[in-house]
């Protein structure tokens, strides 16, 4: 696992790495109406159109995001589309032949795009910051053996950080699970957890007539927050079947 610290200073960065290009962006402040305009400025027209819609916070938000998107689709060689709006699950809809995920905090927005084949394989990525929540999530988002091991971690620091580390994991897994399920999937329907050699794992606990899936996570932390990307394609192995993990890498390298 590599781990690199960019600075909000920089913009935009694009790495290459084995899940695909993840592109950041950093956002202004919701206060920075120039800032703001700049970011939406970047944007091609029909998407400052919709942009121009939204409040500002959700604008900066949306507008990084989708820039974010297409500096890692031309880090790919890849053509974006005049416009990138939501398919009806939220997703972005992209040309064939890609894949890729947004997410984003207040300050950073990212997203990672790969080539490929929406029907082989997709992809999902999330971000959040490695510290305790203001509110407890664990009870609503560990099963009883990542509560067994977060509980063992020696400081409330490293605790804190597995948790977020964790739900991050389980936010890009159900991004990279929902073009195969087209529903809610919930936190205690996956399980992520650790190798020795430190990368992250996950098991996905499909319902009955659902297929079972082989998952690839990678990380990387980006200007203090952890970044999880996940990568499913189908698998032939019985849904009850513990799932095929190759060892995660970074996601940029």
């Given amino acids: 696992m590599s781990l690199s610290d960019f600075s909000r200073a920089v913009a935009d960065f694009a790495r290459g790495g084995a899940l695909g290009r993840l592109s950041g962006v950093a956002l202004p402040d919701e206060a920075d109406a120039a800032g703001l305009?700049?970011?939406?400025?970047?944007?091609?027209?029909?998407?400052?159109?919709?942009a121009a819609s939204l409040?500002?916070?959700?604008?900066?938000?949306?507008?990084?995001?989708?820039?974010?998107?297409r500096t890692a689709l031309a880090a790919l060689g890849v053509d974006a589309p005049s416009a990138i709006f939501a398919t009806p699950r939220g997703a972005p809809s992209l040309p064939a032949g890609v894949v890729?995920?947004?997410?984003?905090?207040?300050?950073?927005?990212?997203?990672?795009?790969?080539?490929?084949?929406?029907?082989?394989?997709?992809?999902?990525?999330?971000?959040?910051?490695p510290r305790a929540p203001r509110v407890d999530i664990a009870k609503r988002v560990l099963v009883e053996r990542e509560r067994a091991w977060i509980d063992a971690l020696p400081t409330p620091e490293a605790r804190a950080r597995a948790l977020m580390t964790v739900f991050a994991a389980k936010e890009a897994l159900y991004k990279a699970l929902d073009p195969w399920l087209g529903r809610f999937v919930a936190f205690r329907e996956a399980e992520i957890s650790r190798m020795e050699a430190g990368a992250l794992a996950g098991r996905f606990?499909?319902?009955?007539?659902?297929?079972?899936?082989?998952?690839?996570?990678?990380?990387?932390?980006?200007?203090?927050?952890?970044?999880?990307?996940?990568?499913c394609r189908p698998t032939d192995d019985p849904p009850d079947a513990p799932?095929?993990?190759?060892?995660s890498a970074s996601a940029t390298s």
């Fill in 37 to 50: 305009a700049a970011l939406v400025a970047r944007l091609p027209p029909a998407e400052r159109v919709f």
């Fill in 100 to 129: 890729g995920s947004i997410a984003h905090k207040d300050t950073l927005a990212v997203a990672l795009a790969a080539r490929g084949d929406a029907a082989e394989a997709t992809v999902g990525v999330d971000l959040e910051l």
């Fill in 55 to 69: 409040a500002p916070a959700r604008r900066a938000t949306w507008a990084g995001g989708r820039v974010a998107l």
């Fill in 243 to 247: 799932i095929v993990v190759r060892a």
């Fill in 205 to 231: 606990f499909s319902r009955a007539g659902e297929r079972a899936f082989a998952i690839t996570f990678a990380e990387e932390e980006v200007s203090g927050f952890v970044v999880v990307a996940a990568r």
